[in-house]
Structure formats: C-alpha cells, structure tokens
C-alpha cells in the first residue's frame, strides 16, 4: 500500500521558520517527481512547490519564492519543504503528493496519492 506520511508542521511566529518532511512507505519515491499542496480554510488547494525525481528541477509557487526550499534525499525515501520568513498567510494544512501523471504540477488532477496533511500555524 502506498503511502506517504508528512510531518514537521506546528505553530511559530511571523518571520519564524519550520521544515515539513514527507516519508514514503511502501514504495521507492527515487522515481517521482513529488509535490506539495497547501490548503487553508476557506480556500482551494493550491500547489506550493514540486521536485523532480533526481531533484535538479524545482518550482515554487510565487508566494513562496526565495522563502521556501523543497529538496529530497532519496536515500531516505524523503522529501523536504523548509519555509523560512513565515506570513500569517501560510497557515494552512500542507500535504505532499505523488505526481503520477507529470500533466501541469499545480494541476490537482496529477496526483494519485497524497498524505494526510500537517498543520502550519503562523501566529502572534
């Protein structure tokens, strides 16, 4: 069964910083490209930053340029995110996905398995 496992989310300042994680079980991440999606109340899933498989291409979403890094190390069947210079509007519930279908990455209809969320809470 596949499945993917995210953590590292919390509660921190503005201008604070946090690292997500998302660890595969039951299959090799090596061969995806892998992304994640953050959504907060009220609002549509959006895509926030994608990988590919060797992690030589990457993409952010324009609210997180420069803020946010997304790396993997495939050693560890892991994918990170490191948000730095946290607003108020990254409060959300961040997920990460498997890109099956390589379509559009912001595209939700690309993803066949995602983990269950770890919430993000930027807050003074």
């Known amino acids: 069964q596949l499945q993917l496992v995210e953590s590292g989310g919390g509660l921190v300042q503005p201008g604070g910083s946090l690292r997500l994680s998302c660890a595969a079980v039951?299959?090799?991440?090596?061969?995806?490209?892998i992304a994640w999606f953050r959504q907060a109340p009220g609002k549509e899933r959006e895509g926030v930053s994608h990988?590919?498989?060797?992690?030589?291409?990457?993409s952010y979403v324009d609210s997180v340029r420069g803020r946010f890094t997304i790396s993997r190390d495939n050693a560890k069947n892991t994918v990170y995110l490191q948000m730095h210079n946290l607003k108020f509007e990254d409060t959300a519930v961040y997920y990460c996905?498997?890109?099956?279908?390589?379509?559009?990455?912001?595209?939700?209809?690309?993803?066949?398995?995602w983990g269950q969320g770890t919430q993000v809470t930027v807050s003074s």
């Open positions: 996905a498997v890109d099956s279908h390589r379509v559009a990455w912001t595209l939700l209809e690309s993803y066949d398995y």
């Open positions: 039951g299959f090799t991440l090596n061969d995806y490209s």
């Open positions: 990988i590919n498989p060797s992690g030589g291409s990457t």
